[in-house]
């Protein structure tokens, strides 16, 4: 069966450090790149068209799909298969726990759900800190992480990790003994 990370957390709690920390652990972790249909950073994206996105839509390869920063990111149904195949664990990064919920229960995989968690202040210094020219809008999203959270007690996560306190090797180690021990 597949394997995956479902990492959910604010901006700047750590997803791209982490992934970054699980790769260099074990090669088979590979982050997902989502499709991105709209303007500014493209880094980290595979860029799609408003067209794309639609063929996408009717042929149901749409996983998970939302609207933020003006901009529409997607997690599809070919992606996936592309970054599970060889045994390849993709580690796919969601702000909204609808978008956990919906990969998890739209593709067929052993899916490990992480909350990476920072303080809001440690957001707005790590987004100054990287050079986001929307820092408001990344402590805006912060602010609807926190109602997320708070609107969804009965999400179950395999590990919560407070960002501001553990370093990303430690936490990339300790998602990794999960999906090993599982193995």
């Known amino acids: 069966m597949e394997r995956g990370i479902l990492l959910y957390g604010p901006p700047a709690s750590g997803k791209d450090t982490i ?24 880094h980290g994206y595979r860029m799609a068209s408003r067209e794309h996105l639609r063929q996408l839509e009717e042929r149901d390869e749409v996983v998970y799909r939302n609207d933020r920063y003006g ?7 070919p992606g996936l298969w592309e970054v599970t195949s060889g045994g390849r664990v993709p580690v796919v990064h969601l702000g ?41 809008a990344r402590l805006a999203a912060w602010d609807a992480t926190e109602r997320d959270v708070a609107d ?32």
């Open 19 to 42: 992934t970054s920390a699980l790769a260099d652990l074990d090669r088979r972790y590979v982050p997902f790149t989502r499709l991105k249909v709209g303007t500014g950073r493209t």
């Open 96 to 136: 909204q726990i609808a978008g956990v919920r919906a990969v998890a229960d739209g593709f067929a995989a052993r899916w490990w759900r992480v909350l990476l968690w920072c303080p809001r202040a440690i957001t707005e210094q790590r987004s100054i800190g990287r050079g986001d020219g929307d820092t408001a």
């Open 152 to 183: 969804n007690p009965g999400i179950r996560w395999d590990l919560v990790v407070h960002t501001d306190g553990v370093p990303a090797r430690d936490a990339a180690e300790r998602i990794h003994a999960l999906v090993t021990a599982a193995r």
């Open 71 to 77: 901009n529409t990111y997607v997690v599809d149904r």
